[in-house]
């Protein structure tokens, strides 16, 4: 079956630096879309970003835009989200997912996602 396992979070402090990673089993990682998400304490789940199969579009929500860098590894069936400048906000469990299609791409809805891990927390303290 498919798995999508998070990892990387973390406590970090305001201003700094993490790296997420997700690695993917039980399906054709090359040709999938992937995205990542975030919910914090008592809201919606967010999608703040997104990437082609190829890696060569991306998208980003606003609120991360210029300090997050989402990329791929195809070979290792691996996703990544590169964290800089966090920000309390940043507080959230951070999700991979997948979408059964590139048209979804730039809308980053939680409704078009075709599979979720289970998530990494990212603490980030002032």
């Known amino acids: 079956q498919v798995q999508l396992v998070e990892s990387g979070g973390g406590l970090v402090q305001a201003g700094g630096s993490l790296r997420l990673s997700c690695t993917a089993s039980?399906?054709?990682?090359?040709?999938?879309?992937m995205a990542w998400f975030r919910q914090g304490p008592g809201q919606e789940r967010e999608g703040i970003s997104s990437?082609?199969?190829?890696?060569?579009?991306?998208f980003y929500a606003d609120s991360v835009k210029g300090r997050f860098t989402i990329s791929r590894d195809n070979a290792k069936n691996s996703l990544f989200l590169q964290l800089n400048n966090v920000k309390p906000e940043d507080t959230a469990m951070y999700y991979c997912?997948?979408?059964?299609?590139?048209?979804?791409?730039?809308?980053?809805?939680?409704?078009?996602?075709?599979?979720w891990g289970q998530g990494t927390q990212v603490t980030v303290s002032s």
């Open positions: 997912a997948t979408y059964s299609s590139h048209g979804f791409l730039s809308r980053l809805r939680a409704s078009d996602v075709e599979y």
């Open positions: 039980g399906l054709h990682f090359a040709a999938k879309p």
């Open positions: 990437i082609s199969w190829s890696g060569d579009n991306t």
